[in-house]
């Protein structure tokens, strides 16, 4: 009988840098990770959706730490002038919220549970990334300690301090 | 010293349902997620990502078990009638390949290396979700076992039965 959610997480150093317009075939992302590997910068997150450009192109965003991001653009560079149309964009400043507990994958609704608790603040949701134990969301950093509060009263896990 | 990758999952049940521009305000994601808890839908995976279409509205990728996407498609009807322009989208039949590690976080370049050992095999990867202790990327449903097996090489894990 593990909980759904056993704690939240708050990561407010972070940063997103997102790689519009990158060809969609095998190796692209791969090269992407690699590259900023290579520099010794540690994603904290990656999400690329299904959705593609006209031109059958996609995204993928990557979060990071706020210190890194001005070095995973120089890693970047050399693939960027290979791949014509594609560029980087700098997301705004971001704090990521995440909820973690073993007994995610066998309750439904915890994602939405904790989707609510931050809306209920009138708080916005700009990317999203769960696996079975863990559900993400990123939202303004602004709003960082705000939502995580929101989520961690949400589940009955007592107020924090801030 | 926990191993970068101690296992890899593969899901070969699964199906991909995005939904097309939604409204990008709070409450949206908890909604879309609720209406499908109420139907007793377990969703496996929940991505969304940056991206804005010209009208502001975002996407939003929901995989789950096969068997539960005309359910889910049932459960989202409601929602979709009070928003004009916003439409759901069947995706392909798919394969989720995921590796696990507790070492990952503190160790450089896992989702690279995974991603290099797809595209070897010549797979391409149609969406990616990854968080700290864990790598997942959906591929063709054909794909699914030789992803499976060419990670499970990349990190030393053996080869598999098949
Ligand atoms: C698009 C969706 O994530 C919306 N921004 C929300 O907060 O629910
Ligand atoms: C876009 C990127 O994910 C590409 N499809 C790849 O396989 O690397």
Redesign the interface.
């Known amino acids: 009988n593990l909980p759904e959610v056993r704690g939240i997480a708050l990561d407010i150093e972070q940063a ?1 840098l ?1 790689v519009i317009g990158v060809p ?7 090269s ?3 590259a ?3 520099f ?12 593609q450009h006209e031109n059958g192109s996609r ?3 990557f979060i990071l730490k706020k210190e890194e991001r001005k070095l995973a653009e120089n890693a970047l560079v050399p693939l960027l002038s290979a791949w014509p149309g594609t560029r980087l964009q700098e ?1 705004p400043a971001i704090a990521r919220v ?1 909820a973690v507990g073993a007994g995610m ?2 309750t ?2 915890t ?3 904790m ?2 608790a ?2 209920n ?12 134990i ?5 939202v303004a950093q602004k709003d960082g300690i705000k939502a995580l509060n929101a989520v961690h009263s949400k589940f009955n896990l007592g107020k924090l301090k801030t």
């Open positions: 997103q997102s969609d075939k095998p190796g692209t992302a791969a992407l990770c690699l900023m590997a290579d010794g910068i540690n994603l904290d997150a990656i999400v690329q959706s299904e959705r995204d993928i965003s997301g995440s994958p066998s439904v609704g994602a939405g549970k989707f609510r931050i809306a603040e009138n708080i916005n949701i700009g990317m999203i990334a769960t696996s079975e863990r559900t993400s969301c990123v």
